[in-house]
């Protein structure tokens, strides 16, 4: 066993992904990115795929999206639905726990 | 090792139709999905289902798996006496014949499966990189989940965090290998981030760059504090006369403990918020106690008598809202 150190990024604030660095972390080839480009399931900011810079919090989404693909044969639109659905369940549990219920 | 039953796991018959087990992993893993299910152990089924589904989805593994399990069910039969009944090891030399080809997800995200899977399926079903020396390729990115402290969110830390890893080995075969690595948890970090760890993913092939190591971060459940996003939050116990006089009570925070004021005439349930006392950052959440009425109890003769004095002493009526009307 060995140790290593070094310094470490936060992805969310720090880092901006372009397609393909994207694509590498979470594991998904870049067709499917592109079609998630289309159907808003992510969006990122720059004109043409080459100029595609994510956002941080773009990785759990895309990690998320790809998950609902391949584990449950979801399409890309109704990956987009399931995601904003599951955007509105977290903001409705962080209510319910703001309220000291969760 | 306990032997598996992947038809069990799915509630389908053993003679179940392809389509039959589609639909079945489909509802489970929906229903299981840690994303969505608000079971405790949807995390874990969901892995199972997953792990099930993998194997007898697809046809060949399906079949490697049937041939592993009948012969499995011929030794028991053959009474290998019992308490061995539960001992499952694959028969020397039974997947010769079977060749993995290994389905669409060939790309190394390790899922973690059962050291029963592993039994049958092992390196083969991994999808372990070829050796092509000619090959130049970046190494694979990883991910792994971290429990860190709320504290560490707080003021920052180094802390050692232990992985396996996949990784291969001299002669190129995928193994996993533990290692501890030494990480700053910066300041401020909130759950559900991800850490980068640049070149600490697998290694390249031939010339290429090692991949990243990303570590999705959760804070280890607090015994006092719940977290939303930035925010956090204590409930504190106060008594019935420091809510309805006022007082000045200390209150702890995973920063130290703070002096605070208690407004008089508070109610149960009342928050207070001590702005930027929340996790830290730009901007910095805010830290909320919830107050929450505690009761003295009316154990001893001077408790009662006080009680009772004090209800001499008052005409509150806490069911007054309830009178005038049956409707």
């Known amino acids: ?102 | 090792m306990k032997f598996k039953d992947y038809y069990q796991t799915l509630g389908v018959a053993r003679d179940a139709t392809p389509d039959d087990i589609k639909k079945a992993y489909r509802k489970l893993a929906r229903k299981y999905h840690p994303d969505v299910s608000k079971e405790g152990d949807a995390e874990a089924r969901f892995k199972e289902i997953g792990e099930a589904g993998e194997v007898l989805r697809d046809p060949e593994k399906r079949a490697a798996y049937d041939a592993a399990g009948s012969q499995w069910a011929r030794q028991q039969a053959a009474g290998q006496g019992p308490g061995r009944e539960q001992d499952f090891a694959p028969p020397p030399g039974w997947d010769a014949g079977y060749e993995f080809s290994g389905r669409g997800d060939a790309d190394g995200d390790a899922r973690d499966h059962s050291d029963f899977f592993e039994a049958l399926f092992g390196r083969a079903a991994r999808g372990q990189p070829r050796r092509r020396p000619e090959m130049h390729m970046a190494g694979q990115d990883h991910h792994a989940k971290v429990l860190i402290d709320l504290e560490d969110a707080y003021q920052g830390a180094q802390r050692g965090i232990s992985l396996r890893m996949p990784a291969l080995d001299d002669e190129g075969r995928g193994v996993l290998q533990e290692r501890v690595l030494d990480v700053n948890i910066p300041k401020g970090i909130r759950e559900g981030q991800h850490l980068r760890l640049a070149g600490q993913g697998g290694p390249g092939l031939g010339s290429g760059p090692a991949g990243d190591l990303y570590l999705d971060i959760a804070f280890n459940p607090h015994r006092l504090y719940r977290v939303d996003g930035r925010d956090v939050y204590l409930d504190l116990p106060v008594a019935p006369w420091e809510a309805a006089l006022g007082a000045s009570v200390s209150a702890p925070t995973p920063d130290g403990s703070v002096e605070l004021t208690i407004p008089a005439g508070s109610v149960g349930g009342r928050k207070l918020r001590l702005k930027g006392k929340g996790i830290p950052g730009n901007p910095a959440g805010d830290f909320y106690v919830v107050l929450a009425i505690a009761l003295p109890p009316s154990d001893t003769p001077k408790a009662k008598a006080a009680y009772e004095a004090f209800a001499a002493g008052s005409d509150f009526n806490p069911r007054a809202h309830l009178e005038g009307g049956t409707r």
């Not at chain 1, 592109?34 to 080459?50: K, Y």
């Open chain 1, 1 to 102: 066993m060995s140790r290593y150190q070094f310094t470490t990024e936060v992805v969310e604030e720090d880092v901006h992904l372009s397609l393909a660095e994207l694509c590498r972390a979470c594991h998904a080839p870049e067709e499917q990115v592109r079609v998630w480009v289309i159907e808003g399931v992510l969006e990122p900011v720059g004109a043409s795929p080459q100029e595609w810079r994510f956002k941080g919090p773009s990785l759990r989404r895309a990690r998320l999206a790809l998950t609902l693909t391949r584990e449950l044969d979801i399409n890309a639109p109704g990956v987009a639905l399931a995601l904003d659905l599951m955007d509105e369940i977290a903001a409705l549990r962080a209510e319910l726990r703001r309220a000291g219920e969760g």
